[in-house]
T-cell receptor, first 114, second 114 residues
Framework: DAGVIQSPRHEVTEMGQEVTLRCKPI?????LFWYRQTMMRGLELLIY????????DSGMPEDRFSAKMPNASFSTLKIQPSEPRDSAVYFC????????????FGPGTRLLVL | GENVEQHPSTLSVQEGDSAVIKCTYS??????FPWYKQELGKRPQLIID?????GEKKDQRIAVTLNKTAKHFSLHITETQPEDSAVYFC?????????????FGQGTILTVHP
């Protein structure tokens, strides 16, 4: 099992640029979660999907953030335009089902916006 | 919604000592409580979890206790080793109705001195 896969692992961009983060959940997992981690705010849940449908996006900071899950094996988190305060580590996690809550985290994408 | 408070924020112990981290939660419907360990620069990884139908669970040097009446749960690490140094997160979930959503505590930085 390859585990949750995220790309890129590191991203450095300039303010105003579009950033797209990618995630491939563990095969067969039905729930997918996007988190942001910073020293100041800890681990924040941004949005999560169940069976490819967004369930709760109340954690998305503002309209500059959007997420999609076009199929069971792929999700994207997009920031447009990016700002320096978006600098953080973004984790994707997946779980088997709503009744099996163990979440398996990907390696994360370390984003730096200059 | 659920709120999880974690204490202490930092914990320093000598190798061989025990370490205890405590969490409280607000939603009495929560019934799944995992603990994650995050080493520096790595992803959070599940180390132990407990469900509300049990009061204690052990796995080698790690144990978790749950008091549903008081709505708190604790992580106990015995015979600590330098490799236990990491950030530890507690979390809570309402099984079966929240699509696997976890609410995380703020984290505890554990340092084990040789």
């Amino acid at each position: 099992d390859a585990g949750v896969i995220q790309s890129p692992r590191h991203e450095v961009t300039e303010m105003g640029q579009e950033v797209t983060l990618r995630c491939k959940p563990i095969s067969g997992h039905n729930s997918l979660f996007w988190y942001r981690q910073t020293m100041m705010r800890g681990l924040e849940l941004l949005i999560y999907f169940n069976n490819n449908v967004p369930i709760d996006d109340s954690g998305m900071p503002e309209d500059r953030f959007s997420a999609k899950m076009p199929n069971a094996s792929f999700s994207t988190l997009k920031i447009q335009p990016s700002e320096p305060r978006d600098s953080a580590v973004y984790f994707c996690a997946s779980s088997l089902s709503a009744a099996q809550e163990t979440q398996y985290f990907g390696p994360g994408t370390r984003l730096l916006v200059l | 919604g659920e709120n999880v408070e974690q204490h202490p924020s930092t914990l320093s112990v000598q190798e061989g000592d025990s370490a205890v981290i405590k969490c409280t939660y607000s939603d009495s419907a929560s019934n799944y409580f995992p603990w994650y360990k995050q080493e520096l620069g790595k992803r959070p990884q599940l180390i132990i979890d407990i469900r509300s139908n049990v009061g204690e669970k052990k796995d080698q040097r790690i144990a978790v206790t749950l008091n549903k009446t008081a709505k708190h749960f604790s992580l106990h690490i015995t015979e600590t080793q330098p490799e236990d140094s990491a950030v530890y997160f507690c979390a809570a979930s309402e099984s079966g109705t929240s699509y696997g959503k976890l609410t995380f505590g703020q984290g505890t930085i554990l340092t084990v001195h040789p």
